[in-house]
């Protein structure tokens, strides 16, 4: 088909596609998703945010304040939006918390070029006024901000993991703090590699096993493996345990051809169960003598099998799934073997202590290890609640929780929280702009204006009046109190300014400075887009979703 160039655009692209330009058709709509996306998160910043109750899908229901979690859950259709959205996935891949802000201040970011527009400034120098003012706050402004507070220097202290972990866990679940925080620093230390230097840890080392019922004061942290089913033979508890884990079933194998056994009398019936039953036999004696107490089987355990384990005084327990059994590994030091028989040392795990205890009405098979031992790298929290949304939520918390902890290990400074840090940096970048001459010097006070949407959206989730805060906060902030951040325990109370001299919450810098840098990068990528071009989408289904764009 010949190109037809009195048609313009249309004739050069397939029919069915669509197409926006200029500031109205592109950047504005833009900016219109973003913002959208930015609104629904931003009422769950903080420790006093609110829940969102998303259905996927599946049907499935999730109630969480968790930002990664909602815009994962929302499945977002807009193009601009899906940005915020990945720059939230990769925050919370680096470091675990600090979501909301990237998409919060992005959001607030963009929203405060609609006014610049207006202005009559062009995209061109709203985008060179962010990058300026982003590059003078990230090198200039933010470092000096950890200097005030005295940062992680012992990885190794449970007290110092506690003081990073309980302001990262209050802003997902407030009132917990204190019982989850001092779990999973203790839990993070049972992972810690003894060797000399920094202290590191894996964040897949730290496990969690919901358990329905109780409340979440049973919780408890297990220095070793949770299986969440009981044993299948009548003995339940093995100290000083040599510990063989099979990948396959314990059962007689078929064969893979099929054969047919032709029996002419009684004594050919009789004679081939007994062959089938002294191989398990000897199988399983040979597993016996090699020392080993505990079996594990990543498949089905025969009635036979199990007889002759019990016969031969041993533990077995079966789990179906292989990540599971790889963490068990993991945890005993392991190796899962593919074939039924006698293990090799080498291929034999240890584990001080494997027993079956019951927890809220369940059976649960606790390997656990004592301090100190050189196989079990792995922790588990036990973690209780009363309903399943209130489990996966506590568990999130854990999460990033333990996310903070790996992230302090590596990098200890730490900068004041509770908007203290954003307050300052939003007065530091309006200073600047008073310095700029050109035309971008409107875009960098936009900048330092966004910068307030932290302690305005803090004091706002926790009931307070944001005028009267962010203006207490700011004179603060400008008489030198450079730690004064929002106090969410003055609700209620007449007359009070909500703003804490020293709230004694704190913020990792490496976090802070990664979510500045997200959110600053995915606001100029929106804003350096100037046309949307949109083919015919493939298949009926997903094309009426961007009808609405």
């Given at each position: 088909m010949a190109y037809n160039q009195a048609a313009g655009l249309g004739g050069m692209l397939k029919s069915g596609h669509r197409s926006m330009d200029g500031l109205e058709g592109a950047t504005l709509r833009n900016v219109e998703a973003c913002r959208s996306i930015s609104t629904i998160t931003r009422t769950s910043l903080g420790p006093n945010g609110m829940n969102k109750l998303v259905v996927n899908h599946l049907g499935k229901i999730i109630v969480t304040s968790d930002c990664a979690t909602i815009v994962k859950t929302l499945e977002v259709e807009h193009p601009a939006a899906k940005m915020l959205q990945l720059a939230a996935e990769a925050q919370d891949f680096e470091c675990g918390d600090g979501t909301n802000l990237v998409v919060s201040f992005a959001g607030e970011l963009l929203s405060q070029t609609e006014d610049l527009f207006r202005m009559g400034l062009h995209p061109s120098d709203v985008v060179a006024g962010?990058?300026?003012?982003g590059d003078k706050l990230l090198e200039d402004f933010l470092p000096p901000m950890a200097e005030l507070v005295p940062p992680m220097t012992d990885g190794r202290s449970k007290d110092e993991l506690v003081r990073v972990v309980k302001p990262v866990v209050a802003a997902k679940h407030l009132g917990s703090e204190d019982i989850l925080?001092?779990?999973?620093?203790?839990?993070?230390l049972g992972t810690v590699s003894s060797s000399s230097?920094?202290?590191?840890?894996?964040?897949?080392?730290v496990r969690v096993a919901k358990i329905l019922g109780g409340d979440i004061s049973q919780s408890h942290v297990v220095h070793g493996f949770v299986a969440l089913r009981g044993l299948e033979t009548t003995l339940t508890s093995a100290k000083d345990a040599k510990v063989v884990v099979f990948g396959c079933g314990m059962e007689a194998s078929a064969t893979e051809a099929k054969g047919t056994?032709?029996?002419?009398?009684?004594d050919d019936l009789k004679n081939y169960n007994k062959s089938e039953e002294k191989k398990m036999?000897?199988?399983v004696k040979g597993i016996a003598d090699s020392g080993v107490k505990v079996c594990v089987a990543g498949g089905t355990v025969s009635e036979m099998a199990l007889h002759f384990i019990e016969r031969y005084g041993m533990l077995c327990l079966k789990i179906g799934s292989k990540w599971e059994l790889r963490r068990l590994c993991v945890a005993t030091g392991a190796t899962a073997l593919v074939r039924l028989g006698a293990p090799t040392p080498d291929e034999m795990?240890?584990?001080?202590?494997?027993?079956q205890k019951e927890v809220g009405g369940r059976p649960v098979t606790i390997f656990s290890q004592s301090e100190g031992s050189k196989n079990g790298k792995l922790s588990t929290i036990v973690l209780r609640a009363s309903t399943s949304s209130v489990l996966a939520d506590l568990e999130r918390a854990i999460d990033d929780g333990v996310h903070a902890a790996k992230t302090a290990c590596k990098n200890g400074k730490l900068v004041p929280g509770a908007g203290a840090t954003e307050m300052e940096l939003s007065l530091k970048v309006g200073a600047f702009a008073d310095t700029c001459p050109g035309l971008d010097q409107y875009a960098i006070r936009a900048f330092g204006k966004a910068l307030e949407v932290v302690p305005r959206t803090l004091a706002e989730n926790a009931g307070l009046d944001q005028a009267v805060v962010i203006a207490a906060l700011g004179a603060a902030h400008a008489s030198g109190k450079i730690s004064a951040g929002v106090d969410i325990g003055a609700m209620g109370i007449d007359g009070a300014t909500a703003v804490s001299d020293d709230t004694g919450v704190l913020d990792l810098y490496t976090t802070k400075a990664s979510a500045l840098k997200l959110a600053i990068d995915s606001a100029l990528t929106v804003?350096?887009?100037?046309?949307?071009?949109?083919?015919?989408?493939a298949g009926g289904g997903g094309a009426a979703g961007m009808a609405g764009m």
């Open positions: 962010f990058s300026k003012a925080a001092p779990l999973v620093a203790e839990a993070c230097g920094p202290a590191s840890f894996s964040v897949d080392s056994v032709l029996m002419k009398n009684a036999e000897e199988i795990g240890h584990c001080d202590h494997v027993h804003l350096r887009v100037d046309q949307i071009i949109m083919s015919k989408q």
